[in-house]
């Protein structure tokens, strides 16, 4: 089992490091190609919609066919991806490559899945710390290689052809070392709209928490470069170095949580809602910059509990369709940090100062409104 566990983390690290590794390349990119910034936009966008359509049909495909036979589908359209990345010439085939990317980078439910398969309810959160830790190092890696990469050529051609490499090497061990888990339940082939309206209500309240939970941590990720430079002067590589703290500092926070689970759901939602507006709250008002800083653990703690509760009660409520309702979740992911963004630089952009107490008080509001309507019955399935 532990075979098992560092495949599908070595599969969603390659994944994620191979999306980072272009995150601090595309905008130099679009700009060969576009002086449009709505054309840029929807290039950085693309990804992510892509894969909000995609990942409930691959979990609901992992459902019906298996998860081995998904994860390995959607790895080759990964390193497809890279390669048309790495021979573009303009701006078409370059959103091809991202929207490809996305598609197939939406086996991130698919694996949770499989994570869930193996794992018994016990020790289910602990599993799922497994994608914490992958985002984790995608999100301290991936830039890293992808600015390094982009300064040897001043193209993209060697990022992508890195990404495609990266996920060559995830698909080979995948195909040879990965089984399928036996306790997997092949669902009848329904379709997935009919899997969407049958969801019980307390997953569709975890949905939405997690959904606006995403859409806050996304405007904080895309927006504290810009807050960070009004409130305290920093630079960008002095960003740069902060960015890489708060990834080690996920990577420290979802291995501890490998060794910790709340047993009851509702406790870890209030730890979780608590901490992200608490850490929002207190960076924003706290003035002197480390100590306000620091208080960024606190937000890295509530995602971190997230990552690994959320989708491990999912499982619990929804055993049957386990690869779709993880694919849902992955979507409700994908579009969130869609809305994130344009929330912050629509309706926030003009108070970057007091934007975290703001998106703090919005939280902790939305916890208070969603909390008294969520009592988990472990004996409710979906049919």
């Not at 309810?121 to 890696?141: C, D, P, T, V, Y």
């Not at 090497?169 to 306790?183: A, D, H, Q, V, Y």
């Not at 507006?277 to 606190?298: D, F, K, Q, R």
């Not at 940090?337 to 912050?344: A, E, K, Q, T, Y």
Request: hydrophobic content about 50%; overall charge positive.
């Amino acid at each position: 089992m532990k075979k098992d566990y560092l495949i599908i983390f070595i599969l969603v690290a390659t994944e994620l490091i191979g999306f980072g590794l272009i995150i601090p390349i595309l905008p130099q990119i679009s700009e060969q190609y576009t002086s449009s910034g709505i054309l840029i936009g929807v290039l950085l966008a693309s990804y992510s919609f892509a894969q909000f359509f995609a990942a409930p049909l691959l979990g609901k495909w992992s459902d019906q066919i298996g998860r081995k036979p998904v994860l390995i589908i959607s790895k080759v359209g990964t390193i497809f991806s890279y390669i048309l990345l790495a021979l573009s010439n303009n701006y078409l085939i370059l959103l091809i490559s991202r929207l490809l990317d996305g598609f197939t980078g939406g086996n991130i439910g698919v694996a949770r899945a499989y994570l869930s398969d193996i794992s018994t309810e016990e020790n289910r959160s602990k599993a799922m710390a497994i994608i914490g830790i992958s985002f984790a190092i995608g999100f301290i890696l991936g830039p890293a290689i992808g600015g390094y990469c982009y300064k040897l050529a001043n193209n993209f051609s060697i990022a992508g052809y890195v990404g495609a490499c990266l996920s060559l090497i995830s698909l080979i061990i995948t195909t040879l070392g990965l089984k399928e888990p036996k306790r997997i339940i092949k669902s009848k082939s329904k379709p997935l709209l009919s899997s969407i309206k049958k969801l019980p209500k307390q997953t569709i309240i975890i949905l939405i928490l997690y959904g606006l939970i995403m859409i806050t941590f996304s405007g904080f990720e895309t927006s504290f470069s810009v807050y960070t430079h009004a409130k305290f002067g920093l630079s960008e590589s002095q960003n740069s170095l902060l960015f890489l703290y708060i990834g080690i500092a996920a990577f420290l926070v979802q291995g501890s949580l490998m060794k910790v689970a709340i047993k009851q759901f509702k406790i870890a939602v209030i730890f979780t809602i608590s901490s992200i507006g608490l850490g929002l709250i207190l960076t924003n008002v706290i003035v002197p910059m480390w100590p306000s800083l620091s208080m960024l653990l606190l937000l890295v703690l509530g995602i971190g509990i997230a990552n690994t509760h959320f989708p491990a009660e999912l499982t619990k409520i929804n055993s049957d369709e386990k690869g779709a309702v993880l694919g849902i979740y992955e979507g409700i992911g994908s579009i969130a940090r869609i809305i994130g963004p344009l929330f912050v630089y629509l309706l926030l952009y003009n108070h970057i100062t007091i934007i975290y107490l703001i998106m703090g008080i919005f939280i902790i509001l939305t916890m208070l409104l969603l909390l008294p309507f969520l009592t988990v019955n472990h004996q409710q399935k979906s049919t």
